[in-house]
């Protein structure tokens, strides 16, 4: 069966240190993989998106996450976080066409602290 | 990018009325739009696809009698929540894939309580 599988439901970091938010999923098939972040009452919006092409993806707020099909990982990170980075992240994960549903990761939420 | 928009963004109703939700697809066409659940403190959960011109999708365990979904043009699709009821609470997010990149935009989500 087709999963996703975000490794921590809480992760609490200091201002200024590494974020790495981890995200494995589960395929027969090369998936799309996306990592969205949501803040309180509001929707999702999309932070990266790997299809094909470069593992290494950028994305926007200095983030990055890097495609590993050896290890069926898409880990999210950042050098440094800032006070505006804690929200909820969640990992998702595309396995059929270009308008097929997504799959959600249990999500993250990110504490920055002081 | 491409705008997703859902109305109302909050709404409280009595137990055993009926709540329409609209979301539109502001700048594209899309002829699949995906509506989803998410209690608090919890992921999203896919309800349903709607596909415009034809029946709805739903994902197992989702009362399809209870969650009726329309998708009547390219660029509006509309759940209504049907005889709702206190556990119906919850918030609803809609989304509509661009075929062009690959991405899915969500809409702004909806707030439903049921008192």
């Known amino acids: 069966a087709q999963s996703v599988t975000q490794l921590g439901s809480h992760v609490s970091v200091s201002e200024g240190a590494l974020v790495l938010l981890r995200c494995n999923y589960s395929s027969s098939v090369p998936p799309y993989l996306f990592w969205y972040v949501q803040y309180p009452n509001q929707g999702l919006q999309l932070l990266l998106k790997y299809t094909t092409g470069a593992t290494l993806v950028k994305g926007i707020n200095g983030f990055e996450a890097e495609f590993k099909k050896s290890e069926t990982s898409f880990h999210l990170t950042k050098p440094s976080a800032h006070m505006s980075d804690a929200a909820e992240y969640f990992c998702?994960?595309?396995?059929?066409?270009?308008?097929?549903?997504?799959?959600f990761g249990q999500g993250t939420t990110l504490q920055v602290k002081p | 990018g491409a705008v997703v928009s859902q109305h109302p963004s909050w709404v409280i109703c009595k137990s055993g009325t009926s709540v329409k939700i609209e979301c539109r697809s502001l700048d594209f066409q899309a002829t699949t739009m995906f509506w989803y659940r998410q209690f608090p403190k919890q992921s999203l959960m896919l309800m349903a696809t709607?596909?415009?011109?034809?029946?709805?999708?739903?994902e197992q365990g989702v009362e399809k009698d209870k969650f009726l979904i329309n998708h009547a043009s390219l660029t509006l699709s509309t759940l209504t929540v049907t005889s709702a009821h206190p556990e119906d609470s919850s918030f609803y997010i809609c989304?509509?894939?661009?075929?062009?990149?690959?991405?899915?935009?969500f809409g702004p989500g909806t707030r439903l309580t049921v008192t």
């Open positions: 989304s509509a894939p661009d075929r062009s990149n690959y991405e899915q935009y």
């Open positions: 998702a994960v595309r396995f059929s066409s270009n308008t097929g549903k997504l799959i």
């Open positions: 709607s596909n415009e011109g034809s029946k709805a999708t739903y």
